[in-house]
Nanobody, 119 residues
Framework: VQLQASGGGLVQAGGSLRLSCAASGGIFSINHMGWFRQAPGKEREFVAAIRWSGGITYYADSLKGRFTISRDNAKNTVYLQMNNLKPEDTAVYYC?????????????WGQGTQVTVSS
């Protein structure tokens, strides 16, 4: 599976961004596709995930209500809609795929897209 992430950028606090992650090749092996983020000096953390078949969604508790993950199976693309962004959301966002769990076991990653939220 190859993943291509896009949609990051610079936004003011309170603004919105939508990230996209397009998958190609080996789609049959995907069980979950998710987003993680890594801020400078911090570990990569789980943001959200969606089950490829069925569309069940999973979120980090702290982000529920502001972030929404969705998918377009026809386009093999997963989206992360981020609303009411805060400076602490600044990070590199990575999409990944897991053949098993929504929260772990991710074995394929996209290149990352930078999200910067100014105060």
């Amino acid at each position: 599976v190859q993943l291509q992430a896009s949609g990051g950028g610079l936004v003011q606090a309170g603004g919105s961004l939508r990230l996209s992650c397009a998958a190609s090749g080996g789609i049959f092996s995907i069980n979950h596709m998710g987003w993680f983020r890594q801020a400078p000096g911090k570990e990569r953390e789980f943001v959200a995930a969606i089950r490829w078949s069925g569309g069940i969604t999973y979120y980090a508790d702290s982000l529920k209500g502001r972030f929404t993950i969705s998918r377009d199976n026809a386009k093999n693309t997963v989206y992360l809609q981020m609303n009411n962004l805060k400076p602490e959301d600044t990070a590199v966002y990575y999409c990944g795929t897991s053949p098993r769990s929504a929260y772990s076991g991710y074995d394929t990653w996209g290149q990352g897209t930078q999200v910067t939220v100014s105060s």
